[in-house]
């Protein structure tokens, strides 16, 4: 009798691990089903912040030069405040005429938008143009691997673009490979970071060569006439490239080599309205900042004081 009252406890032992066991995987199988959401897809605000321009045109503009014809970093962010931009393209480049940067410059320039809460985009210069930007030259690696440890001391340090980067013999050094070396070079340092070169279309085949090395283009508008065909253009790149690859739009506010005008106000505007409201931000290129005129008149209509509503894309238009 003890024996078969001990198989009997066991028996109803057993039977109840047994419910107990479907209990719990029912438990867990419900619990499973339950939505929620998951490490990737949880809002990442330094993702977030890092992902556009900002809420208005970003200058790719001369800075204010001082009286010995260098650039002057707290007159230049005087400039910027005043027209109510928050956003400004440092060019690294040592040329005849040209006011710019070198590397000592930008850290300067830094240390005064910084506290003053002004991103920066860092310009370098390709080998199709000389690759003079000083003193790291065409060692783009090297580039790279400085401005990361820049931009940590320096969050407002937002980006690194290079300039025409598959144009003329521009394409012999930036090979897929490269593209590649460049953005790990950053990853390993501050993926925060954003490489997102100058481009003038996008296409199928560029994405697969390059798009996962990027975290985006600036894509220029080259036609300084006419700037209505500007939103189907970028709504056209914007589809090649996907929701995870942003589309800047570059708007020209002076001449250029194939256009010897600067382009009319309201063929300005209309570009700059269109690249505001279909792309991930725009960037405005050599707009003097410190001497008025009709194109500055434009563009600070879509700064943070103007009436045109900033430059925030409509739906679709940031990634």
């Known amino acids: 009798m003890v024996t078969q009252?001990?198989?009997?406890?066991?028996?109803?032992?057993?039977?109840?691990?047994?419910?107990?066991?479907?209990?719990?995987?029912?438990?867990?199988?419900?619990?499973?089903?339950?939505?929620?959401?998951?490490?990737?897809?949880?809002?990442?605000?330094?993702?977030?912040?890092?992902?556009?321009?900002?809420?208005?045109?970003?200058?790719?503009?001369?800075?204010?030069?001082?009286?010995?014809?260098?650039?002057?970093?707290?007159?230049?962010?005087?400039?910027?405040?005043?027209?109510?931009?928050?956003?400004?393209?440092?060019?690294?480049?040592?040329?005849?005429?040209?006011?710019?940067?070198?590397?000592?410059?930008?850290?300067?320039?830094?240390?005064?938008?910084?506290?003053?809460g002004v991103d920066v985009w860092v310009i370098l210069i390709p080998p199709s143009e000389g690759g003079n930007s000083m003193p790291l030259k065409s060692d783009y690696v090297a580039w790279m691997q400085t401005l990361a440890r820049l931009s940590l001391r320096y969050p407002h340090l937002r980006g690194v673009n290079i300039d025409d980067y598959l144009s003329s013999i521009s394409v012999k050094t930036f090979t897929p490979q490269y593209t590649c070396r460049l953005y790990q070079a950053k990853q390993r340092i501050n993926p925060a970071l954003q490489f997102v070169p100058t481009l003038y279309f996008i296409d199928r085949a560029r994405m697969r060569q390059f798009g996962r090395c990027m975290d985006g283009a600036w894509l220029w508008w080259t036609n300084l006439e006419r700037g209505d065909a500007v939103a189907a253009w970028l709504e056209g790149a914007r589809a090649i490239a996907g929701?995870?690859?942003?589309?800047?739009?570059?708007?020209?506010?002076?001449?250029?080599?194939?256009?010897?005008?600067?382009?009319?106000?309201?063929?300005?505007?209309?570009?700059?309205?269109?690249?505001?409201?279909?792309?991930?931000?725009?960037?405005?290129?050599?707009?003097?900042?410190?001497?008025?005129?009709?194109?500055?008149?434009?563009?600070?209509?879509?700064?943070?004081?103007?009436?045109?509503?900033?430059?925030?894309?409509?739906?679709?238009?940031a990634h």
């Open 5 to 116: 009252f001990v198989w009997r406890a066991g028996s109803v032992a057993s039977r109840f691990a047994e419910r107990r066991s479907l209990i719990i995987l029912l438990f867990l199988s419900v619990l499973a089903a339950v939505p929620r959401p998951c490490a990737a897809s949880a809002p990442n605000p330094a993702a977030q912040r890092a992902a556009g321009l900002g809420p208005a045109p970003c200058m790719w503009s001369p800075p204010v030069a001082d009286k010995n014809g260098q650039p002057d970093p707290v007159a230049t962010l005087h400039a910027l405040q005043a027209n109510g931009f928050s956003c400004y393209g440092a060019l690294l480049w040592q040329g005849t005429h040209v006011v710019a940067f070198d590397l000592d410059g930008l850290k300067r320039l830094m240390a005064v938008f910084e506290p003053a």
């Open 243 to 317: 929701p995870k690859f942003p589309i800047y739009g570059g708007v020209y506010a002076r001449w250029t080599s194939w256009h010897g005008q600067n382009p009319k106000p309201q063929v300005f505007r209309e570009t700059l309205e269109s690249t505001c409201r279909n792309s991930a931000g725009a960037v405005v290129w050599q707009l003097p900042l410190d001497q008025p005129g009709p194109l500055l008149t434009v563009a600070k209509d879509f700064g943070r004081l103007g009436s045109a509503g900033g430059c925030r894309p409509a739906a679709g238009g």
